[in-house]
């Protein structure tokens, strides 16, 4: 052998010699002085029956170990109380505990420990400094019962008959402040009575967890206020909410507690019961950003229940049997940002007897969702606590269903894509608000939504805005491409539909006035047409009259059919009308008016302005009234019962009725009218004029032809007091034209054997005097061409209608053809004999008092003669029957 070899193996036996002399050595220093040096130089107290330590491994058995703290008042160090009934460490950290005070091993073993961890103060974020670490590899804990407790001596967390198995377990103070106390790589546990507080407001408590092959089992997991509500209300004041949650049984696999990630799979939660208590205070958002992650593989939720309360008590939501699963559901400080504030793959929810009740109650007996469609069963909605500014609805519908294309958030802004959407059996009202209230006018949220078909189907719904019920019954409608997105200015949202489809049935609205009906509306973007319209007064005439402050038409109007084609946008931003052909057959409409009360002072614009006050494109090209009838009837205070017009056999054709809103077409509308007149003789009328022309000028001429004379004494009659007794007009030509300001224009009347009789008030008696003094003046026949008279300067009263300024024209070329040019003395005339004829009566009537007066009286013979005298001069012939 060598001598180098010699010396190296006597070398390495005196190494092993000292080695086992030192371990030897140290394994009686250690059972005899560890525990004295420990006391000496570290904050516990420790003794064991039993201690054996391999000093070239580190490892370390010992047994009927009793550790303490020296100072439990001390709160910068990590606490410790109790017993371990087995201790083993493996590769202990001995140098870094003796000097670094630094507890590390790679494996540790605690058979039945029962122990009471205070932990240290949190870190002094000024320094910076890290209290007390202590890192361990792998740890198994059999039977044991652990009490932690934050360093204000407040439980924290225990758990009881806690069987234990981590691999490269870590707790410092930077686990305790991130409210994530443990943080491991891989995990068996096994344990019951689990308590966790993380705060003041809220416990943990879990009965019993067990895993097995990476399979955790958790019952009774309960989330316990530690306040009552009116309590959470007093001490956090700023807090919007307060919950309490159960679950009796969650199951899931592979948890992962890293740093802030937290991360499980194939959960399954069983029951869950979440209530939410709401104290009213605004959510503030806070500026400081999340710590942790939530990852969730396979979420299962199953027959979960949850009642979300309102301030006062009330209960806000409530819904049960709540089903949910969920595939990769994430949260971090990324989706956080997100209105959706969690990132999923694929969810499916399905839940029954959902109530939400704020200003309005909502009810729904099952739901279905899931990211491309959705199914809703039986919806109701109810008017719950009136709101100011808002309306109300109170209807049901059986079925609601729709499909998804698209439904995402991009820079938080809604893209939705709605393939369909069905609702079928809607019945009910929606009650519009009294008194809107005005917001701002942001596009909020969407930025694209698009509904390429939404059916509504056999649906009675009513409209009732301001008591006006607005009713459809068995309603069908189909609207295509709905597209909803934020106008051109961001003010507000555009609204857009390419193409729709309507029926309705025994359509219905009723105004203050009116009833409205149609027995049938049919409305496409390219077609209207409504059978059997009727618009019906509510009140009677003599109702009305005391209802109106101001003179006003009362409609009483029926129409067969009304149809349109053409093409129209009613719906869009620019809307427009613009309709080929519109026809209404078989109209029967009865318009009166009572000029019992006060006038209208407002101003009555012309037809022209009217139209032309239309905010929107709008062309007519052809009109058409057919076969219908029309009945003016007015009255005054003065008349009998009120007069009336009928035009009947009606037929109007307007030609290019327009708002002169469409760039490139024409502006003048051209009307024609044919009717029979007081159904007695042909009338037409020619009238026109251009909507664009601001001095809105207007064209009017017509012709009546063999109208016996007195076929206008149901107008005249009533109020006018007078009666055509015979004659007939001919023919009667007129042509106006005219401005706001008034007309001017041509008369023409042939006439002939025309008489009138003047009546009293009852319309029964003639009264003779003034029948013929009436007579006397009045051109009984025209001749074959009767001269032509100039209408002239004619004044228009701002605040009477058109038909009033015609009428007026119609006046004046009437006088000027029956009494003649000198009008205004043939006028002065009538009335001087008219006023004779009060002062005979004047005359008689306090003659006649004398008389009667006197007549017991004796009177001489010649005295009697006298005054029989007097009468005959003052008649100049004998009294007869009937005159005065």
């Given at each position: ?14 190494l ?5 002399a ?191 092959d990476?399979?955790?089992s ?12 009116s ?5 956090y ?32 939660f ?58 990769q ?12 504030p969690v ?7 399905s ?16 739901i ?65 608000p ?8 942001g ?73 409205l009906s149609a027995?049938?509306l ?27 402050p ?115 077409k ?28 601001p ?5 009017i ?18 109020y ?51 029948t013929?003094?009436a007579n ?93 005298g ?15």
């Amino acid at each position: 052998m060598k001598k180098w070899v010699k010396k190296l193996l006597i070398s390495l036996g005196v190494l092993l010699l000292i080695l086992l002399a030192a371990n030897f050595g140290l394994n009686i220093w250690l059972k005899t002085q560890l525990p004295e040096y420990i006391k000496k130089n570290t904050d516990y107290k420790v003794s064991y029956k039993t201690l054996d330590v391999d000093l070239g491994s580190g490892n370390i058995f010992a047994a009927g170990i009793t550790v303490n703290s020296k100072d439990p008042q001390n709160i910068n160090v990590i606490g410790l109380q109790g017993t371990i009934d087995t201790l083993k460490i493996s590769r202990f950290g001995i140098y870094d505990a003796i000097f670094n005070k630094r507890i590390s091993s790679s494996d540790l073993l605690l058979a039945n420990p029962n122990l009471n961890i205070s932990l240290a103060k949190p870190v002094d974020h000024k320094t910076g400094k890290k209290r007390n670490p202590v890192l361990f590899e792998n740890i198994r804990i059999h039977k044991g019962t652990i009490n932690i407790f934050k360093h204000t001596k407040q439980k924290f967390l225990s758990v009881q008959e806690l069987d234990l198995f981590v691999e490269n377990l870590q707790m410092t103070e930077d686990t305790v402040e991130d409210k994530l106390p443990v943080v491991f790589d891989k995990y068996d546990i096994k344990g019951k009575n689990f308590f966790f507080r993380p705060d003041d407001v809220y416990a943990i408590t879990i009965s019993r967890i067990n895993t097995a092959d990476g399979q955790m089992s958790v019952g009774n997991f309960r989330l316990i206020p530690l306040l009552s509500f009116s309590q959470f209300k007093r001490f956090y004041p700023q807090k919007p909410k307060l919950f309490d949650f159960s679950i009796p049984k969650m199951d899931f696999k592979d948890i992962v507690l890293e740093k802030n990630n937290i991360s499980l799979a194939n959960a399954d939660f069983q029951n869950p019961v979440l209530t939410v208590y709401n104290t009213g205070v605004k959510y503030k958002k806070t500026q400081k950003k999340l710590n942790f992650e939530v990852n969730l593989q396979n979420i299962k939720l199953s027959n979960a229940t949850v009642n979300i309360n309102k301030p006062d008590g009330s209960r806000l939501l409530s819904a049960k049997t709540l089903n949910l699963n969920v595939n990769q559901l994430k949260f971090d400080k990324v989706t956080a940002e997100e209105i959706i504030p969690v990132g999923y793959k694929d969810f499916h929810f399905s839940g029954k007897d959902i109530q939400y009740s704020n200003h309005q109650n909502f009810m729904v007996e099952s739901i279905a969702l899931n990211p491309k469609s959705g199914e809703i069963r039986n919806f109701t909605a109810s008017p719950g606590a009136p709101v100011a500014g808002k309306g109300s609805m109170d209807l049901k519908t059986s079925h609601i269903a729709f499909n998804i294309n698209k439904f995402e958030f991009i820079n938080k802004k809604l893209n939705l894509d709605i393939k369909d959407v069905l609702i079928e059996n809607v019945s009910g009202t929606v009650k519009a608000p009294e008194n809107k209230v005005k917001k701002s006018s942001g596009p909020g949220i969407i930025q694209s939504v698009i509904v390429r078909k939404m059916t509504l189907k056999n649906s009675d719904i009513v409209y009732d805005k301001g008591m006006q019920p607005l009713a459809f019954h068995d309603l069908n409608a189909t609207f295509n491409a709905i597209e909803i997105a934020p106008k051109a200015n961001n003010q507000g949202l555009s609204f857009k539909i390419k193409d729709y489809f309507l029926t309705t049935r025994n359509f219905a609205y009723k105004t203050q006035f009116y009833h409205l009906s149609a027995g049938l509306l049919k409305l496409n973007k390219n077609k209207i047409q409504v059978n059997n319209f009727a618009m019906k007064p509510l009140v009677s005439r003599a109702q009305f009259i005391k209802m109106i402050p101001v003179e006003r038409d009362l409609y009483d109007i029926k129409v067969s059919q009304i149809t349109a084609d053409g093409s129209w946008d009613l719906f869009s931003d620019n809307k427009s009308i613009n309709a080929t052909n519109v026809t209404v057959l078989a109209a029967d409409a009865n318009i009166f008016r009572s000029k019992i009360p006060k006038d209208d002072p407002k101003v009555k614009p012309l037809y022209s302005r009217l139209l032309r006050s239309i905010k929107i494109p709008m062309t007519v090209n052809h009109l058409d009234l057919k076969n219908s009838v029309l009945v003016y009837e007015e009255d005054t205070p003065e008349s009998a019962g009120p007069g009336k017009l009928t035009f009947s056999s009606f037929n109007m054709s307007v030609k290019n009725l327009n708002s002169a809103k469409a760039k490139g077409k024409p502006t003048r509308v051209d009307i024609k009218i044919d009717c029979s007149f007081m159904n007695l003789s042909p009338l037409s009328v020619n009238w026109n004029f251009d909507v664009a022309d601001p001095n809105d000028r207007f064209s009017i001429s017509g012709k009546t032809s063999n109208l016996p004379a007195n076929g206008i004494n149901p107008f005249i009659r009533p109020y006018l007091h007078v009666t055509a007794t015979s004659g007939t007009i001919q023919e009667m030509l007129f042509n106006f034209k005219g401005n706001p300001a008034g007309l001017n224009g041509t008369f023409n009347l042939r006439h002939k054997e025309l008489k009138i009789a003047v009546l009293n008030k009852d319309n029964h008696e003639k009264k003779g005097v003034l029948t013929a003094v009436a007579n006397l003046f009045i051109r009984s026949d025209s001749g074959r061409f009767p001269e032509t008279v100039a209408v002239e300067n004619v004044e228009r009263d701002p605040t009477k209608s058109f038909f009033n300024l015609f009428w007026k024209g119609i006046e004046q070329g009437l006088k000027k053809t029956l009494i003649g040019k000198n009008i205004d003395k043939t006028e002065k005339t009538v009335k001087d004999a008219v006023s004779s004829v009060k002062e005979v009566k004047q005359t008689v009537k306090e003659l006649k008092q004398d008389i009667k007066a006197k007549k017991e009286e004796p009177k001489p013979q010649e005295e009697k003669k006298e005054k029989k005298g007097f009468l005959k001069n003052v008649f100049r012939k004998k009294e007869k029957p009937g005159t005065e």
